[in-house]
């Protein structure tokens, strides 16, 4: 966070730290507030920063600290009117816990997410995730008994969870709700045995978490269930005034912008059902190379997504009616 506060200083921002660990950029003040919210952290695994061949090479250069960059230099003469403050939200790869203590603030008036879309394209939808823990318990038994095993038993609830996908799967994948299971541990003490099962689902719009929750079937073995991460899908209007500025930058570049719908999640799904303001997620960088040991971003890239969110910012700030919309946008 350091280096984030340091370079933002460097070109003009006025920064600061909350008590989650998120570190802010902000210039000119009143209304339109405009946030960009980017994240800081990464995945794990380590990969030496280097640029090489025209690209920007490490852990975090296309998720998502491309996109934190990009937004810093596209801001630096953000002269207004309203406030531009640029967020490097820690968590957003573990439980967004940074994205959430954002909610206790005042709404902005207008959200971009910085999520790798390419420079070209803009992200309009994301599905929800439903990450549970299944924990099974039962006896010992004889594996010539007839009787099923606990571990017969968690695996055959399993497979009732993934049917209960199948029977939900469309030819779109971003309209299906979709099972995976993630991992499985069996341990035994005696005769007591503990068979546990974590299972992720994603979810489209329209089909909320407790809509699946409900869903669950409760035999064969009549697991105890734990949430683990429990997100909302998220899709905005492609007419919002979010996706419209960046789709006018797309443009002024020559490029005809893409809206992109995806199958995992971001704090798009975090802030846009609590704030219902304009929003879209933007970024630098191919998401295919998110969380691999190839993520690289291309330093041309790079430049193209500045000038997009330097005239995406300038269209936003000039709405100076901007007020929070009622229902979702």
């Not at 910085?114 to 929800?128: A, F, L, M, N, R």
């Not at 541990?185 to 689902?201: A, L, Q």
């Not at 704030?275 to 971003?297: C, F, I, M, N, Q």
Request: hydrophobic content about 40%.
């Amino acid at each position: 966070m350091r280096e984030f506060r340091a370079v933002a200083r460097e070109l003009g921002y006025a920064t600061s730290v909350d008590r989650a660990g998120n570190g802010f950029a902000r210039r000119g003040r009143g209304r339109p507030r405009i946030l960009f919210l980017g994240h800081i952290d990464t995945v794990e695994g380590r990969r030496p920063v280097r640029r090489r061949g025209g690209r920007v090479y490490g852990r975090g250069s296309v998720d998502a600290k491309g996109a934190i960059a990009a937004a810093l230099c596209a801001g630096r003469d953000f002269a207004g009117p309203g406030e531009l403050t640029i967020v490097a939200a820690v968590g957003e790869e573990v439980d967004s816990r940074g994205a959430r203590h954002l909610l206790s603030r005042r709404a902005p008036d207008r959200v971009i997410v910085g999520e790798p879309s390419g420079w070209d394209g803009v992200t309009i939808g994301y599905k929800g995730e439903l990450q549970l823990l299944a924990t099974f318990r039962g006896r010992r038994t004889h594996y010539s008994s007839p009787a099923p095993t606990t571990t017969d038993l968690a695996l055959d609830w399993t497979a009732a969870v993934r049917g209960l996908a199948s029977a939900r799967h469309t030819e779109s994948l971003f309209a299906s709700l979709t099972a995976k299971t993630v991992a499985l541990e069996t341990r035994r003490v005696g005769d007591s045995e503990t068979v546990r099962v974590v299972v992720d689902f994603r979810l489209p719009p329209g089909l909320s978490t407790a809509d699946v929750l409900r869903l669950l079937p409760e035999e064969p073995g009549r697991p105890r269930i734990a949430v683990r991460i429990r997100a909302e899908p998220v899709e905005v209007g492609r007419a919002n005034p979010a996706v419209l500025a960046l789709s006018d930058g797309i443009r002024s570049l020559g490029a005809r912008p893409t809206l992109w719908r995806k199958s995992g999640t971001s704090d798009l799904n975090v802030v846009v059902p609590a704030w219902k303001v304009p929003a879209a997620a933007y970024g630098p960088g191919d998401a295919r190379l998110d969380h691999t040991a190839r993520e690289s971003l291309a330093a041309a890239e790079l430049q193209r997504s500045i000038a997009v969110l330097d005239r995406a910012f300038a269209r936003l700030a000039r709405e100076k009616s901007a007020r929070r919309p009622r229902g979702r946008r």
